[in-house]
């Protein structure tokens, strides 16, 4: 399961078989049940994390009582990283959003092998520009587009990432309540199922066995209107 991991991984799958055989008896594997917390926002950042199995939501508490998810990981992603980097506590908090395994390996063990094996450090550079240069967009979009056009263009980014074909549509392959939207778009609840219902009266999106489908060709058309 590690080394199937590390190869799903933006930034371990760039060294060779016989590099992650190596690296992967660093690792660690622990497992976690539905709503199971992994950290909390304030907690020693001491473990870089990739999700094995199932998916993670990393979400921020609000003075206000409320939670905002930040971002939802899936197999292969790293969560908490930066802290690790940096040796600042987490930022925000995360959490299994099913049953879900994840891999971590220490701080210390982890500069080692970027130290052994450089090209780590240029993955790991391009792989936060990345995340910084979605976290920008999706604050952008938060900032300049109404709701409909938010909660179909995350549909959309999530159907691209963890997204599976089926009979015309595309499944996002990981469960999403309409709270988790929510919070991820920053509305309410209320207004997330009324939008969540237009866009399902539109034939742009369905539901089917706790999954959401999108049309693919039909929500990328919305977006460009």
């Not at 399961?1 to 078989?17: A, H, N, R, V």
């Not at 001491?46 to 979400?59: I, M, P, Q, R, T």
């Not at 309409?178 to 920053?186: D, F, K, N, P, S």
């Not at 009324?194 to 706790?210: F, V, W």
């Amino acid at each position: 399961m590690t080394i199937d991991t590390l190869k799903k991984s933006e930034i371990f799958s760039s060294l060779k078989e016989e590099e992650l055989k190596l690296i992967s008896k660093l690792f660690e594997k622990v497992t976690y049940k539905n709503n199971e917390s992994i950290f909390v926002e304030g907690d020693p950042s001491d473990k870089f994390y990739l999700v094995a199995e199932g998916s993670v939501k990393v979400l921020k508490h609000t003075m206000m009582g409320k939670d905002i998810i930040l971002e939802m990981m899936s197999p292969g992603d790293i969560f908490g990283g930066v802290a690790v980097l940096d040796r600042k506590p987490f930022p925000a908090s995360a959490q299994a959003m099913e049953a879900t395994t994840v891999i971590w390996i220490g701080r210390q063990n982890l500069i080692k092998v970027m130290d052994e094996y450089p090209v780590l450090k240029l993955e790991i550079v391009k792989y936060f520009s990345d995340k910084l240069r979605d976290a920008h967009e999706m604050l952008k979009n938060i900032a300049t587009e109404r709701v409909e056009k938010r909660v179909a263009s995350l549909l959309l980014k999530l159907s691209e990432k963890v997204g599976v074909d089926e009979s015309g549509y595309r499944r996002i392959n990981f469960p999403l309540t309409r709270q988790e939207i929510a919070e991820m778009v920053g509305t309410t609840v209320e207004t997330c199922i009324r939008t969540m219902s237009r866009l399902q009266k539109n034939a742009l999106i369905k539901s089917s066995n706790s999954r959401i489908l999108i049309k693919v060709d039909s929500i990328q058309k919305f977006l460009e209107d």
